[in-house]
Nanobody, 115 residues
Framework: QVQLVESGGGLVQPGGSVRLSCAASGRRVSFLAMAWYRQAPGKERELVAQIASGGTTSYADSVKGRFTISRDNAKNLMYLQMNSLKPEDTAVYYC?????????WGQGTQVTVSS
């Protein structure tokens, strides 16, 4: 079993920055394929960024160059650094992990970009 807990969301002004954290328990993050998803009101959940167990990263076109996914193996944490935020980035952000074809989700954290 893998448990995931997100933190770091909140209200931020357009152009601002925020860092989300995902704390994993039950498995080492270095063994997991992990990702950040988001879901805006009235929209489907979408993939934002992912990091493979080997460390390879990829991003949705809408966030490329603004968001950075990373992990701290020693602290067993995954991060999403979000810069140059736009109102359309407003959503609930979810941490996701996959381990041997099992899928795990966090409870989500709200990010609101508004002046």
């Amino acid at each position: 079993q893998v448990q995931l807990v997100e933190s770091g969301g909140g209200l931020v002004q357009p152009g601002g920055s925020v860092r989300l954290s995902c704390a994993a328990s039950g498995r080492r993050v270095s063994f997991l394929a992990m990702a950040w998803y988001r879901q805006a009101p009235g929209k489907e959940r979408e993939l934002v960024a992912q990091i493979a167990s080997g460390g390879t990263t990829s991003y949705a076109d809408s966030v490329k160059g603004r968001f950075t996914i990373s992990r701290d193996n020693a602290k067993n944490l995954m991060y999403l650094q979000m810069n140059s935020l736009k109102p359309e980035d407003t959503a609930v952000y979810y941490c996701y992990a996959e381990y041997f074809s099992m899928h795990y989700w966090g409870q989500g954290t709200q990010v609101t970009v508004s002046s």
